[in-house]
């Protein structure tokens, strides 16, 4: 069977700077995985360039077998791929059912299923009783889980979530891992961005590491944790203890 | 803040719009002739502002050379009827196909290369202040010396589009009442949610799967052919075309000052501006002209704009429909307010 993401060798350069440095990996049909790193290791250019804000530089990236490097960000979008941006962009004048409508015009022409669709998202991530709210009502929290929503209804195979528990107090991301675990269990693929090592631990299955660009380390949050270059690299020594 | 600001989701508001029509439906028999060739133009104006207001307010598309498209319908008109005698009808339908034709070309080369916002709102400019140019030294289209219809003779014609001012004013306020109509629909379709997510965030809305391209291209050359209907009409109305009337500057701006005031992208907006703005000029330069000031009814005009942009960013209209909800919620309220005193 074929990987559902296969990303071979891609780079990408920024004038003088290597932002993404030959980063290979694959996800499989399922499950959460996380790309972690420092600030400017390059998640948030590896997770533009999966989703088309710009080309790789080199390399070549696979979904569901087929190459989609240089496809503009709508058509790999309608290939099966959701993502998040890590700063909220919600469109303000419009409602928050709105807002979610808008993912479910890539499947449709209906305006009723639309609809269905972004209440059913909404729902899913616990904003089904602010639908009619106006976005400038929204706390972060529902902000993150409002672009979670439009993502979703877009119906992707594949979620990438760029920080969508920044900001949040402990028990609020909880309860966005709650959700996410819930969306994976329902065969979603879903690659995470996050920062806080505590919150990796406990919601992914796997983990990917990258540092200035490369990748170091993959695996289970276990092995990552106890991966020499990972721990004097990002974690620091303090971690193992 | 601005949700639903004239989405028709109930038949109350259906029924309020029809009334409103009838009310200016009947207006029409009764009003003395310069009422009825003021709100003449009024209504072709909302008309063609309606189709500026689409781009814009909805697909988020700055236009301030939609004299083109009025100039392309106008001649489209003219000629197929001055020169070969056909119906308007057949103009209408050439003129929206060109403007639809030149405003999908326009918005192709200028998107493919990526300019947008402002430089795209540079290049209608050079497109319409182009074609004026051409179309004066055009002999075919009548160069300056324009072209003339036919002075108006016998009853009124629906097919040929010919008669009085008071059939000129139901064919002005029936063509306001398509553009209502027309705005609500797109707004309620999947076109009004895709163009207005467009319009917030063109990056986000792509993420999202909307082919901006593709829609960006879309409703500016639905906005044109629109435009170019409004234009034509305008033609016949006038009785005459000339490249610097129908294609110049002044067209371009005059179309968008009512949709501002009124209210962008709203079904009822261009109309309430356009009401409001135009016999204001009328009324400023005849003041003027009284007091022997040339050119009063330019500040007065510039002021009550700024006062209108300034008081009401989001326009008239949006502004009117959320005092009346807030004023139903009240009563709603007071509703439950009883209901749960009787429990």
Same mark, same amino acid.
């Given at each position: ?27 499989? +049909? ?10 400017? =290791?390059?998640?948030?250019?590896? !997770? ?16 569901? &077998? ?15 791929? %959701? ?42 991530? %616990? ?39 920044? +900001? ?5 991301? =909880? ?51 106890? *991966? ?14 | ?20 029509? =009838? ?8 009003? $003395? ?10 209504? #072709? ?15 988020? @598309?700055?236009?301030?050379? *939609? ?69 004066? %030294?055009?002999?075919?289209? +009548?160069?300056?010396? &324009? ?6 003779? &016998? ?9 009085? =001012? ?23 379709? !999947? ?16 993420? #999202?799967?909307?082919?901006? !391209? ?54 009822? +907006? ?51 429909? $959320? ?10 309220? %007071?509703?439950?307010?009883? @209901?749960?005193?009787?429990?």
């Amino acid at each position: 069977m074929t990987d559902l993401l296969e990303l071979n060798h891609v780079s990408r350069r920024f004038g003088g700077l290597l932002a993404v440095d030959n980063v290979s990996f694959r996800l499989k +049909g399922e499950g959460i995985t996380a790309l972690v790193g420092p600030n400017g =290791a390059g998640k948030t250019t590896c !997770f533009n360039l999966i989703a088309g804000a710009f080309p790789p530089t080199e390399g070549s990236i696979k979904f569901g &077998g087929q190459p989609i490097a240089g496809y503009p960000a709508e058509k790999i979008c309608r290939l099966g791929i %959701g993502r998040t941006f890590q700063i909220v962009r919600p469109m303000r004048d419009m409602t928050v059912l709105e807002n979610a409508m808008v993912g479910a015009f890539s499947w449709t022409r209906k305006v009723s299923e639309a609809r269905d669709a972004a209440r059913e998202a909404l729902d899913m991530v %616990g904003l089904g009783p602010k639908v009619e709210a106006s976005i400038s009502k929204l706390t972060l929290p529902d902000r993150k889980m409002l672009e979670t929503a439009k993502a979703l209804s877009t119906r992707p195979r594949l979620l990438l979530l760029d920080e969508v528990m920044a +900001g949040l107090r402990p028990p609020e991301a =909880a309860a966005v891992v709650a959700v996410l675990r819930r969306l994976a269990e329902k065969g979603l693929s879903i690659l995470l961005v996050e920062h806080v090592m505590r919150i990796v631990m406990e919601a992914a299955e796997h983990v990917i590491v990258l540092h200035h660009g490369a990748k170091i380390a993959e695996g289970t949050p276990q092995y990552i944790v106890s *991966h020499p270059e990972v721990v004097a690299g990002y974690l620091g020594e303090g971690f193992r203890a | 803040m601005q949700k639903k600001r004239d989405a028709f989701p109930d038949l109350r508001a259906v029924l309020g719009s029809l009334a409103a029509f =009838a009310v200016l439906a009947a207006l029409g028999s009764v009003l $003395n002739p310069y009422l009825i060739s003021l709100l003449t133009i009024v209504f #072709l104006f909302t008309f063609i502002g309606q189709s500026w207001s689409m781009m814009l307010g909805l697909g988020g @598309q700055l236009s301030i050379g *939609h004299a083109l498209f009025v100039g392309i319908g106008a001649y489209s008109i003219a000629v197929l009827n001055i020169r070969y005698g056909l119906s308007p009808w057949f103009g209408l339908v050439v003129g929206m196909i060109l403007a639809a034709i030149f405003g999908a070309s326009l918005a192709w080369l200028s998107f493919r290369f990526e300019v947008r916002g402002i430089y795209f709102a540079l290049l209608t400019i050079a497109a319409a202040e182009f074609a004026r140019i051409v179309f004066s %030294g055009w002999e075919f289209v +009548g160069a300056m010396q &324009g072209l003339f219809f036919p002075a108006q003779s &016998g009853s009124n014609s629906l097919w040929m589009l010919r008669g009085d =001012a008071r059939f000129y004013y139901f064919v002005a306020l029936a063509a306001v009442f398509v553009g209502v109509s027309v705005t609500a629909v797109i707004r309620q379709s !999947f076109l009004g949610y895709v163009w207005r997510a467009m319009r917030d965030d063109e990056d986000a809305s792509r993420a #999202l799967g909307v082919r901006t !391209f593709l829609h960006k291209i879309l409703v500016v050359s639905v906005s044109g052919a629109w435009a170019a209907v409004g234009g034509g009409l305008l033609a016949l109305v006038q009785g005459s075309v000339f490249p610097d009337s129908i294609m110049g500057m002044g067209i371009s701006v005059d179309i968008l000052v009512g949709p501002v005031v009124g209210g962008l992208g709203t079904a009822f +907006g261009p109309l309430i501006g356009t009401l409001i703005t135009l016999p204001l000029d009328h009324l400023a330069s005849a003041i003027g002209n009284k007091l022997g000031i040339p050119g009063l009814n330019n500040v007065v005009y510039g002021l009550a704009l700024i006062a209108a942009v300034w008081l009401l960013p989001d326009g008239i209209w949006p502004a009117l429909m $959320n005092s009346v909800k807030s004023l139903t919620r009240l009563r709603w309220f %007071g509703n439950l307010q009883m @209901q749960q005193v009787k429990k």
